[in-house]
Nanobody, 122 residues
């Protein structure tokens, strides 16, 4: 019913920058929140940054001051600008959205993107 399509991952040198994008489409009534998670090999998936429709933003402590999440509500798209990347940021990054789906009655469901690889290495 709802699809999340991510783009923007890749290989970057330490200190470099990348910008991830995630576009939501489908039977969307309201996107209540959108955000980014990441999972490194052998580790649990963790929250990187999230933003709610009301404008509340949360960041993981490890990315504060380096990453910026933003959202274009008209395009149902969320972005993650990642600066000053270091090897510890290497992971698969997943887009996440909490969506009120336009069904009768409306239902609230969490969706995940397919993931995009971010590798930070020299």
């Amino acid at each position: 019913q709802v699809q999340l399509v991510e783009s923007g991952g890749g290989l970057v040198q330490p200190g470099g920058s990348l910008r991830l994008s995630c576009a939501a489409s489908g039977s969307i009534f309201i996107i209540n929140a959108m955000g980014w998670y990441r999972q490194a090999p052998g580790k649990q998936r963790e929250l990187v940054a999230a933003t709610t429709t009301g404008g509340r933003i949360n960041y993981a402590d490890s990315v504060k001051g380096r990453f910026t999440i933003s959202r274009d509500n008209a395009k149902n798209t969320v972005y993650l600008q990642m600066n000053s990347l270091n090897p510890e940021d290497t992971a698969v990054y997943y887009c996440n959205a909490l969506v009120t789906v336009a069904t009768i009655p409306p239902t609230v469901t969490t969706y995940w993107g397919q993931g995009t690889q971010v590798t930070v290495a020299s």
